[in-house]
């Protein structure tokens, strides 16, 4: 079978045994004991608040333009644009086993100095992965990477931020594909370069994943985990991968389609029901 099909399934593997070594058990919310005298208060709308939707379009600006400017760098400075992609897989893959390391008490009988040659090696080794394969290795070492900072992220984000966040950039991938910066990738004067981009994405079998989106994956079940729960976790990421899988075939007909719209949508649409309902 090809290692691209494999992906969704080496991620999910990576991304629950880091789930279950280094974030905390899910703990579900106590109801607390009402009290034995109650005051009627007068009925009020919940408050709302617009910084959800605020985050999402200041992130997918910053994405936008940092995009942009990507692609023109990588048209004039191919190299340089290539080691930026290299330096940021090994930072993003270091810095995430770092923080979940050292808040889950994980290694904490060994020496700090171990412990960042463990991480450091790690890092090291998955960014050489990723840079100079494109198959098995490089998918598990992508995942590795993708499974952690998702994990991190969704320690961070409110649930309705995050619901939100899923949302938004199940639409704007489509439009960044097919009309923006993404677009630009088809073009024959690019060719080879994107070859460059090895960390930023990660080649296998020919096709093209970024690195971006096994990010958001792990990012929509981390959510589900953390404040939801295992099996609602699992529900999210059966979602994950049967988007991934649609979106899979939709290369029968497209050239390029976007990776993030199908699995996020359904990701998000699983997550706003079990959080309300």
């Known amino acids: 079978m090809r290692v691209v099909l494999l992906l969704p399934l080496i991620l999910t593997a990576v991304l629950w045994t880091t789930l279950y070594v280094l974030t905390p058990p899910f703990e579900p919310p106590i109801d607390a004991i009402p009290p034995l005298v109650t005051v009627e208060e007068p009925e009020v709308m919940p408050e709302s608040s617009p910084a959800p939707y605020l985050n999402a379009v200041v992130l997918m600006g910053f994405v936008a333009a940092s995009g942009t400017l990507l692609v023109l760098l990588l048209f004039r400075f191919p190299r340089t644009v290539g080691y930026l992609a290299l330096i940021a897989y090994f930072l993003v ?94 073009r024959p004067e690019f060719g080879d370069r994107v070859k460059g981009l090895r960390g930023m994405v990660v080649e296998l079998d020919g096709a093209t994943v970024g690195l971006g989106d096994l990010l958001f994956y792990s990012i929509a079940v981390a959510v589900a985990h953390r404040y939801l729960g295992p099996l609602a976790a699992a529900a999210v990421n059966f979602a994950v991968v049967v988007g991934y899988y649609l979106t899979i075939a939709m290369l029968k007909r497209w050239e390029q389609v976007p990776g993030l719209t199908i699995p996020l949508a359904l990701s998000a649409v699983i997550l706003l029901i079990l959080w309300f309902y």
């Open 93 to 186: 893959t270091a810095f995430s086993a770092l923080y979940l390391v050292a808040s889950s008490g994980v290694l904490l009988l060994l020496p700090d100095s171990a412990v960042l040659a463990l991480i450091f090696g790690l890092s090291g080794a998955a960014t050489f992965a990723v840079r100079r394969t494109t198959g098995l290795a490089a998918a598990i070492s992508a995942s590795f990477t993708g499974a952690l900072g998702g994990i991190v992220v969704g320690s961070v984000l409110p649930p309705l931020t995050a619901i939100v966040l899923l949302g938004s950039f199940a639409a704007f991938d489509a439009l960044m594909v097919w009309r923006g910066y993404l677009s630009a990738l088809r």
